[in-house]
C-alpha cells in the first residue's frame, strides 16, 4: 500500500465501490439476511464470494480497510453457522 498512491485508488474506486466493499456484511447483517440454500439471498452472496471475494479484499485494501475484511469474514461466518444452525 505504500506504494499506492491515494488520488490513483479515489480516482480508479468510486466511492460508491469503497461504500459498498466497506459495509456489505454490516447491511447484510441488519436485513437479517440468511445464507442457508433455501433463502432467496444465498445464490447471489454465494456468486458474490465465489467471482469476488479476492477483488473484494484488494478494494478493503486500497481503501485501507484490509483489517475491516477480517471482521467481516467473521461477520459471514457467522451468518452462515446461524443459518445452518436453522436447519
Known amino acids: 500500500m505504500s506504494e499506492v498512491d491515494k ?3 479515489e480516482r480508479h474506486v468510486s466511492l460508491a465501490v ?3 466493499c ?3 456484511v454490516g447491511h447484510l447483517q441488519r436485513a437479517n439476511v440468511q445464507l442457508h440454500e433455501e433463502e432467496p439471498f444465498h445464490d447471489q452472496v454465494y456468486t458474490f464470494l465465489n467471482e469476488h471475494f479476492v477483488h473484494w479484499l ?6 485501507e480497510k484490509i ?3 477480517v471482521v467481516m469474514i467473521k461477520a459471514f461466518e ?3 453457522s446461524v443459518s ?4
Open 84 to 87: 445452518n444452525s436453522v436447519h
Open 78 to 80: 457467522s451468518l452462515l
Open 58 to 63: 484488494e478494494t478493503l485494501s486500497l481503501i
Open 7 to 9: 488520488l490513483e485508488v
Open 22 to 24: 466497506h459495509h456489505l
Open 67 to 69: 483489517s475491516d475484511g
Open 18 to 20: 469503497q461504500y459498498a
